[in-house]
């Protein structure tokens, strides 16, 4: 298989590191690919039309995305449904809150990064980061005791907090979160995650 990916992305380091807890990430060859979403990436787009990451191409000359699908596919190949586990539909709805936390932080360095100043939108990015600070506070009262296991709902969220601490280093987002700083404290610290740090 082969993975166009970039190690930055929360996206793909939630693939990344549901590979390396079902013992696939010997399988999977990466392609490393700088993606903007202002201009086509040619490998990327070859595989998949909305030329994004993460992109995965099987074996079999198949391209599956987007990361949501990988998971399920590649937890699907190693026959283990505890880590995608499908009809729990909280572990799911924690793994969409986790998916929506990383579309707003990817899209306000977007946002604050790339889009020359003059154009920047206040009103959109407080309100991006108002979402992050409301999903933070969810988190943290919420969901303790569904990210006490390992799943595509505790990956997610990991992979979404690393990305913060990454993009966002003067966050704050463990001050008075203490239960959500403790949670990433400890799944940080596992080896599929150790593997993946973004950079
Ligand atoms: N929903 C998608 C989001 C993927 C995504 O937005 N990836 C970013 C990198 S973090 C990307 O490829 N951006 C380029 C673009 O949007 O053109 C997924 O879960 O895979």
Redesign the pocket.
């Known amino acids: 298989m082969l993975l166009h990916h970039?190690p930055a992305?929360?996206?793909?380091r939630m693939v990344r590191v549901l590979a390396h807890e079902t013992g696939q990430a010997d399988d999977i060859e990466e392609s490393v690919a700088t993606?903007?979403?202002i201009e086509r990436h040619a490998a990327t787009s070859d595989a998949n039309p909305l030329?994004?990451?993460?992109t995965l191409v099987t074996d079999d000359g198949e391209a599956i995305?987007?990361?949501?699908v990988i998971c399920a596919y590649l937890a699907n190949r190693a026959g283990n449904t505890e880590i995608h586990p499908s009809t729990n539909f909280r572990v799911m709805t924690l793994f969409a809150l986790a998916?929506g936390l990383c579309?707003s932080a990817?899209n306000l360095r977007y946002e604050t990064g790339l889009r020359p100043e003059a154009l920047q939108w206040d009103q959109w990015i407080n309100r991006q980061r108002e979402r992050i600070g409301i999903v933070l506070d969810d988190l943290n009262a919420n969901w303790q005791d569904d990210l006490s296991a390992v799943h595509v709902g505790s990956i997610g969220v990991a992979a979404a907090l690393g990305y913060l601490d990454f993009r966002y280093p003067d966050l704050g987002w463990r001050d008075g979160r203490d239960g959500l700083a403790a949670f990433y404290e400890s799944f940080s610290q596992r080896p599929s995650m150790q593997a993946t740090v973004p950079g």
């Open positions: 970039n992305s929360p996206f793909v993606i903007l979403p030329g994004r990451i993460p995305f987007d990361s949501r998916q579309d990817v």
